[in-house]
């Protein structure tokens, strides 16, 4: 592989100079870059991309830090910031933040392993968000409404669309609507609980101790959680808080020899591409995950341009779809 050296010697000029027309310096002129620029291309050579950053204290890499790397949610989500990450010339990394303090990509956003980061993750706390924000490093979240100088919010409008999923239920004449909720540290999860108490209350109907069981945002958090549901209580619909715990549940009433929806309905959340894929289709609650991520992309990359650099909040609509579940 071709060096720094190989470069000037081939160019017969300095190390020095050669660094300065690589960077596109103005201290080199005319014929002697382009001499430079013939000779890097003749000898393939490529820019250390971590000695650069070493020097400019800038690792030119967004990094995209959550709870779960594995589920059909976050497919589009990461897209969206690729796309825009790649546009502006950087790179992407994905880390997992299980475990916390004690994860990896804990460790990136308090090392400063990355030159921005987005956040959908309730492992990272709001006091390790303070702690890591002293370093002045552009942060997006995308699961809670966190307010400081240099983080900023990028939400979905979860306690609307679930009001909305749930007011649909009650329309279709549903009159006992269970509800599978997301884990007990989840913004998102609480937000679409409260949205779905919204409806409820709005419309006098009762919610029944028991009907309420929470869940781990995963296929066999919602089997369990609808399992212990309806061996207890009679239920005529569930609204789950992920379209991944809806499939659960769908699971675990076809198990009792039932089916969806004549015995049971069930909504989700989220509108994964399964959603339409699975018989019965599931009726649940859309939003732009793409935009999602490419908004929150954009929001980093104009905070290291000093184009934003106070922290605020966007709020990305959501869309009922109605399909064969209820």
């Known amino acids: 592989m071709a060096t720094l050296k190989d470069v000037a010697k081939k160019a017969g000029v300095s190390i020095a100079t050669v660094s300065c027309a690589l960077n596109d310096s103005d201290k080199v002129k005319g014929d002697t ?98 702690a890591v924000s002293k370093s002045d490093l552009p942060l997006v979240l995308l699961d809670r409404e966190f307010t400081l100088d240099n983080i900023h919010n990028v939400l979905i409008n979860n306690r609307k669309g679930a009001y909305e999923v749930t007011k649909h239920l009650i329309e279709q004449g549903y009159k006992k609507i269970g509800c599978v909720m997301g884990p007990v540290d989840s913004y998102d999860g609480n937000e679409r609980y409260k949205g779905y108490t919204d409806a409820m209350k709005e419309a006098g109907m009762t919610i029944e101790t028991g009907l309420s069981v929470r869940g781990g945002f995963t296929e066999e958090g919602g089997y369990q959680a609808t399992r212990i549901m309806i061996a207890s209580h009679d239920v005529d619909a569930v609204f789950c808080a992920n379209d991944e715990m809806a499939i659960g549940a769908i699971k675990a009433i076809e198990e009792k020899g039932w089916s969806v929806p004549k015995n049971i309905a069930v909504a989700g959340f989220d509108d994964i591409v399964l959603a339409s894929y699975i018989r019965p289709s599931l009726t649940t609650v859309s939003h732009p995950k793409f935009e999602w991520g490419a908004a929150a992309a954009q929001l980093l990359f104009q905070s290291l341009n000093d184009e934003n650099i106070n922290g605020g909040t966007i709020m990305f609509p959501t869309e009922l779809v109605h399909r064969e579940s209820t």
């Open 33 to 130: 870059k382009e001499k430079i620029l013939r000779a890097a291309k003749e000898l393939n050579y490529t820019p250390n991309k971590m000695a650069r950053s070493l020097k400019k204290r800038k690792t030119e890499t967004i990094g995209l830090f959550l709870s779960d790397l594995g589920g059909p949610f976050y497919s589009e989500l990461i897209r969206g910031v690729q796309d825009t990450v790649m546009m502006n010339g950087y790179d992407m990394i994905v880390c997992s933040t299980y475990g916390g303090e004690k994860s990896t990509g804990y460790s990136f956003l308090k090392e400063r392993g990355v030159d921005g980061a987005i956040i959908l993750s309730s492992d990272i706390t709001n006091e390790m968000l303070r």
